[in-house]
């Protein structure tokens, strides 16, 4: 006989506190074990919606998109749209401000269909097609950002653009999501950028600047400065610098969140001393965040549909989620909608997909008596899961819900099965 046998309360677990800054702020632990985000509690919006669902905190969104402009009142915050193409998501940012990346003539029709400013749109993509520079100039989207000799000449005259510029700088983040150093399919070396340079000018294009792009999940400040010292080392006088996104978010208990004061200071006074010594003046700087501004602002809820020792099985999985299995990224999850004082053991949360790698939070904690029916929360769902989701096995894709201050509004509904065949030309 075990000492928890003898004595149950030994083994009694108080429910774990909230990790407050992986959660939208103001995430409450109501009594009953449930949990209310955006005014909202989640097991209603289970019940209303079914499950799994993407919650979207508006609230938090907004309030991230403030922070970045008040961290750099002087410089231009594009959203990389790629994190989250949502028409509701672009009006937000748009009314914030911001400005709007994206990399592909359908996020540029979300864009259009949003009523995002033309001027403030930045066409990306290190393949563009011709539907994509079509789509752009139809629109006629303030900035194209050139990756290749190629699509020089596929511009008109008087376009604005920027140079894409790969620094050599390794920002230590996972290969897959490594895009600032050599021998990597992204942009021109800093040794081809005067050439590329002079064959802007040759078509009549208009040099708005030079961008580069590190990575993803950066936490370490000084890359940005190496950037700032090797990309304003060319000495190009240009008029603006864009140093892209890859802001860290925190995604288990323990990371922090990505030090925007510290990025702002150093990187502000990297670029005025090495304006001052390389005697050119102080370009205007862009940056393009992408999972920072939405990554803590999204929550997937599940269903748990079965348990087995060591797993717990949801309805949901790489379908929603295939982030575990491209890049081994790290989840948290919490049972939700009832309280359990049973003790906390280590599991793995699955899903629902015919792949081993079909895994959605590794190694995580949960109490010994989660069983079918219960419900699950996993945090920091907002970037690059409603981007990267799938039909696999045909699971419709889940809806995104928005909550801001206790109100609910359907961003993207459920795909239905009617969806799903739509494109099968199967003869009837
Ligand atoms: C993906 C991407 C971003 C955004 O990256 P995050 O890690 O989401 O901040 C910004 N700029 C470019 C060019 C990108 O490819």
């Not at 970045?68 to 937000?92: D, I, M, N, Q, T």
């Not at 999850?333 to 009832?338: D, N, S």
């Not at 899903?351 to 029916?373: F, I, K, M, T, Y």
Request: glycine letters at 10%; one cysteine or more; a negative charge.
């Amino acid at each position: 006989m075990t000492l928890v046998e003898l004595l149950p309360s030994v083994g009694a677990c108080a429910e774990p506190p909230l990790e407050k800054h992986l959660w939208p702020a103001g995430t409450k632990l109501l009594p009953q074990g449930d949990l209310e985000i955006g005014g909202v509690p989640l097991t209603r919006l289970a019940a209303r919606f079914g499950t799994p669902f993407q919650l979207l905190d508006e609230t938090e969104v907004r309030a991230r998109a403030r922070a970045f402009r008040h961290a750099l009142p002087e410089a231009e915050v594009v959203f990389a749209g790629k994190s989250l193409p949502c028409g509701s998501v672009f009006r937000w940012l748009a009314e914030e401000g911001l400005s709007l990346d994206v990399c592909s003539a359908g996020e540029l029709a979300a864009a259009r269909k949003a009523g995002f400013p033309a001027d403030r749109i930045v066409l990306h993509g290190n393949v563009k097609t011709a539907e994509d520079i079509k789509a752009a100039l139809s629109y006629g989207v303030g900035r194209i950002v050139l990756d290749s000799f190629d699509e020089i000449a596929q511009l008109v005259p008087g376009q604005r653009v920027l140079i894409r510029v790969t620094p050599g700088v390794d920002a230590h983040t996972h290969p897959a999501i490594t895009t600032g150093v050599e021998g990597q399919k992204f942009g021109f070396s800093l040794d081809a950028v005067p050439e590329a340079v002079r064959r802007v000018e040759e078509a009549g294009l208009r040099l708005a600047g030079l961008h580069c792009h590190l990575g993803s999940q950066i936490t370490c400040v000084s890359v940005y400065e190496e950037a700032v010292r090797r990309v304003i080392g060319l000495g190009l006088p240009i008029e603006q610098l864009d140093l892209g996104g890859g802001f860290a978010a925190p995604y288990v208990p323990g990371e922090q969140p990505f030090d925007l004061t510290g990025f702002a200071n150093r990187v502000h006074a990297a670029l005025g001393y090495e304006c001052e010594h390389n005697r050119i003046p102080v370009p205007r700087l862009m940056i393009e965040p992408g999972r920072a501004l939405v990554a803590n602002a999204g929550v997937t809820v599940y269903r748990v549909a079965a348990v087995k020792p060591g797993f717990i099985a949801v309805d949901g999985g790489m379908s929603d989620n295939p982030r575990p299995a491209l890049y081994g990224a790290r989840y948290t999850a919490r049972l939700v909608g009832r309280h359990s004082r049973a003790p906390r053991h280590t599991v793995t949360v699955v899903g629902r997909h015919c792949e081993a790698g079909d895994v959605l939070a590794r190694d995580v904690q949960l109490p010994d008596d989660v069983r079918a029916g219960d419900l699950l929360a996993v945090p920091v769902t907002g970037a690059y899961h409603y981007a990267l989701a799938s039909n696999y096995n045909l699971v419709g894709r889940p809806p995104l819900v928005g909550v801001c201050d206790g109100i609910v509004r359907e961003l993207v509904r459920r795909e239905t099965e009617e969806d799903l065949l739509r494109r099968d030309l199967m003869p009837a």
